[in-house]
């Protein structure tokens, strides 16, 4: 049962890496510093609903580590972290409730995702004024969730039947 974990395990965060990887060549974030589609969330919400907030955690720890390595830089990697960490801890206890659908779970994520990048951006650059920046984040980022949350719902739907 381990070999099939950790093979699981395995493959998910490949995947993550690829849709990081196919994000770093969309460059959103030329129009719109910080941009992204969040495409790697998906991984993080099949996780979430598929193996355990933990299980989901350590995918999207392994993920942000090496994505930051890889396609950034320690800015980035601190406040992908920061971001990341923010929205699980939203994202868990909504994805265990029965009146939350995957959609709102992702919009949730999203904006949570941006107020931990806001407020890592705080920190870094000792300046509140970036703050000001965050309600385009949050539409940007219900836009992305929305998106994502589609995606995620309809994937999570086909592999109901398949067992990690």
Known sequence: MKAKKVATYGILIALAMIFSYLE???PLSIAVPG???GLANIVTIFALYRLSFKGACAISL???MLSGILFGNIFSLIFSAAGAALSLAV????SRSETCGKILVSVAGGVAHNAGQIVAAIFVTNTW???WYFPFLCLTGTLAGIGIGLVSALILRQTETIAP
């Open 35 to 37: 941009l992204k589609l």
């Open 62 to 64: 392994i993920r942000v």
């Open 24 to 26: 770093s060549l969309v």
């Open 91 to 94: 994202m868990f206890p909504l």
């Open 129 to 131: 004024q970036i703050v």
